[in-house]
């Protein structure tokens, strides 16, 4: 069987594949050539299997994400997190809070602590009321003050949060607020997205992150890059 005498770039020009004793012979290499194509060898072939285009599931990194970052996300995530990232760098100019933590009273000491530390451990600053509100302070207030001078939002979704929103406490007054002004992603933890459009259709129409779907880790890593200014 005869060999090509230029098995991986092809031949460079026609009448190099004619002199080669394994393309000579082939009428489509000439028919396609002049029309600036070449036939692939096999070599050439296996190397665009191995690095053909993404699928389109496939994680990646996104836009805002810094040259050696290795935080990795799928398409939906970055279709969800980009008026998040668009409201932050709106807000990027003001010494604000990076992330405003709207949670349930009862998740102050558990799930809503493990979030604000975990967050805050990746150098995002996060206005939480057990660390911003002071003993005597007034609560609502305090409340509003951190709304003001936060450039996004999350909302920690849990079953304890959809009780609170149910009976109108301050968890719902501070998702009204957020809901407003269109910078918030809600963090489902022990919630599906169902369960909370039948509380909140409003936030329950939204995208966000669950815990059904990544660790805390991974989500926080997420949240605490589209953050960053």
């Known amino acids: 069987m005869a060999i090509c ?3 991986v770039r092809g031949h460079s020009s026609a ?7 394994a393309c000579r012979n082939r ?3 000439n028919k396609y050539y002049g029309s600036g194509y070449a036939i692939a060898t096999p070599n050439q072939m296996s190397s665009s299997k191995q690095t053909g285009s993404s699928h389109s599931g496939q994680k990646r990194k996104a836009s805002w994400s810094s040259a050696n970052s290795t935080v990795l996300y799928t398409p939906k995530q970055i279709k969800t997190l980009t008026p998040l990232r668009k409201a932050v760098e709106q807000r990027a100019e003001k010494v604000l809070k990076d992330i405003f933590l709207c949670h349930a009273w009862d998740d102050r000491k558990t799930i809503a602590l493990n979030l604000n530390n975990l967050l805050t451990a990746q150098g995002t600053s996060v206005w939480f009321s057990e660390t911003e ?4 302070t007034n609560l609502l207030r305090e409340i509003d003050k951190g709304l003001a001078n936060s ?7 849990t ?3 959809l009780k609170r929103i149910q009976g109108d406490g301050i968890a719902d007054d ?3 607020t957020l809901l407003f002004r269109d910078q918030l992603i809600p963090v489902l ?4 997205f169902e369960e909370l459009r039948e509380v909140s259709p409003l936030l329950g129409s939204r995208s966000g992150l669950s815990t059904s779907e990544e660790t805390m880790a991974e989500i926080v890593a997420k949240l605490a890059e589209v953050a960053a200014v």
């Open 27 to 29: 009428g489509s290499y």
């Open 159 to 161: 079953p304890a949060f």
């Open 189 to 192: 933890d022990g919630v599906t």
């Open 174 to 176: 501070e998702l009204s």
């Open 151 to 157: 450039r996004s939002g999350i909302v920690l979704v």
């Open 15 to 21: 009448a190099a594949a004619a002199n080669c004793p």
């Open 5 to 7: 005498t230029a098995p």
């Open 133 to 136: 509100v002071k003993l005597g």
